[in-house]
Every structure is written in structure tokens, then in C-alpha cells.
């Protein structure tokens, strides 16, 4: 199994919703990452974990709340977002974070609007 | 009225021809190098990596080609078919540093 499963495929929130997207790898990567990706643009990077640990958080909004319930799971917890935050939020694995030549597995993105 | 955005670089190929598809690095430091392929609705696809203890490094149909004086690397496609169509993103890294996209080449490939 060499995949990453995203959940919503597509998600459309209002401003004061609650709402959370999940990612799931079963290649026992202990690298998980979230990016957002607005149209015409590149991914930029939000969190890294790291064998479950939070290691990099690139000063994200506190709107945006990542947890890793444990090495398969990653979720992206919203609150109060924006239209601004309206993209594609791609989730990524690897197999750690500590050596150069590390590739990404990425999933295939929730696509969130926010009206 | 006028209408002002950001508009990806695009390469236009006609199918059967060969793709050339170039990215410039800044980060002297950088030491491995990959390339993506997002197609249109999915995820960036792992294409191809190099090491920079490497020139060249060849695949099925591509091949990365790396030039660490001017800081520069290409991906190569050899008889682009209409699945090529896609954005390729390069991806430098410097050791324990994070992965960070480039801006990304539209490939269109016309019949």
C-alpha cells in the first residue's frame, strides 16, 4: 500500500463552522505533513510531524489546529477560517524527517471552500 | 475591465516531441532535488530524484539533469504523450531542511 488517503474529497464551510479533515498512510512513514495549495500556485508547507511530535509549524493561523492521534493518522481541525482560506489541503508522508534525501507521498487533497 | 494575475509558465509540445522542463535554485546548500507531477484535481505525483553527487539520473522516458555551478536542473521527457499534461514542480532541499516547491511549469501537450 503505497497510498495517502485524504477525507473529504471536497468540503465547503461557513465561517463559524467546525469542521476537520483527515489523512491516513499505512506505509509506517513516521514523517506527516500538511500543504496548502491555492489555484496557480505551489504547496506550501503548514506542519510537520514528526514520530507523532509536532516539529515545524510555519506560523500558521491559530484557526488551524493539526493533531496526530497516532503514526497512520493525521487531522487538520478548523475553526472560524476565512474566504481567504479557500485552497487544496494536500497531506504528505515520509519515512522520517532526519535524512537529506527524504521523497513525499502525497494524497490527492481536500479541496475546501469557505463562504 | 483589465484582469491582473499570476499565470503559471507553460510549455507547449506537440505529442511525440521531446519536453524540456527547467528550474533555478537559489540555496547553494540544497543537496537533493525531486520532481513532481500534479495533474489537474490530485496530488504532486514523486517523478524523479537526484543527489547532488550526481549529473544525470535517468528514468522511464525522463531524465533529470543537474547543474550545481549555475544552480540550475531540468527534467527531461522523452516522447511527451497527452498523460504528460500536468504542472512539474521541482522541489530543492538542504540537508535537515524542509521541502519547499518551486513555482511550477504548465506542460500542455497538442496532438
Known amino acids: 500500500d503505497t497510498e495517502v488517503t485524504q477525507t473529504p474529497k471536497h468540503l465547503v464551510m461557513g465561517m463559524t463552522n467546525k469542521k476537520s479533515l483527515k489523512c491516513e498512510q499505512h506505509?509506517?512513514?513516521?514523517?506527516m505533513y500538511w500543504y496548502k495549495q491555492k489555484a496557480k500556485k505551489p504547496p506550501e508547507l503548514m506542519f510537520v510531524y514528526s514520530y507523532e511530535k509536532l516539529s515545524i509549524n510555519e506560523s500558521v493561523p491559530s484557526r488551524f489546529s493539526p493533531e496526530c492521534p497516532n503514526s497512520s493518522l493525521l487531522n487538520l481541525h478548523l475553526h472560524a477560517l476565512q474566504p481567504e482560506d479557500s485552497a487544496l489541503y494536500l497531506c504528505?508522508?515520509?519515512?522520517?524527517?532526519?535524512?537529506?534525501?527524504?521523497?513525499?507521498?502525497f494524497g490527492s487533497g481536500t479541496q475546501l471552500s469557505v463562504l | 475591465g483589465e484582469s491582473v494575475g499570476l499565470h503559471l509558465p507553460t510549455l507547449s509540445v506537440q505529442e511525440g516531441d521531446n519536453s524540456i522542463i527547467n528550474c533555478a535554485y537559489s540555496n547553494s546548500a540544497s543537496d537533493y532535488f525531486i520532481w513532481y507531477k500534479q495533474e489537474s484535481g490530485k496530488g504532486p505525483q514523486f517523478i524523479i530524484d537526484?543527489?547532488?553527487?550526481?549529473d544525470k539520473r535517468q528514468g522511464q522516458r525522463v531524465t533529470v539533469l543537474l547543474n550545481k555551478t549555475v544552480k540550475h536542473l531540468s527534467l527531461q521527457i522523452a516522447a511527451t504523450q497527452p498523460g504528460d499534461s500536468a504542472v512539474y514542480f521541482c522541489?530543492?532541499?538542504?540537508?535537515?531542511?524542509?521541502?519547499?516547491f518551486g513555482t511550477g511549469t504548465r506542460l500542455q501537450v497538442f496532438p
Open positions: 522541489a530543492p532541499k538542504a540537508p535537515t531542511d524542509k521541502l519547499i
Open positions: 537526484i543527489r547532488s553527487n550526481m
Open positions: 506505509m509506517g512513514h513516521r514523517a
Open positions: 504528505a508522508s515520509s519515512r522520517w524527517t532526519g535524512s537529506t534525501n527524504e521523497k513525499l507521498f
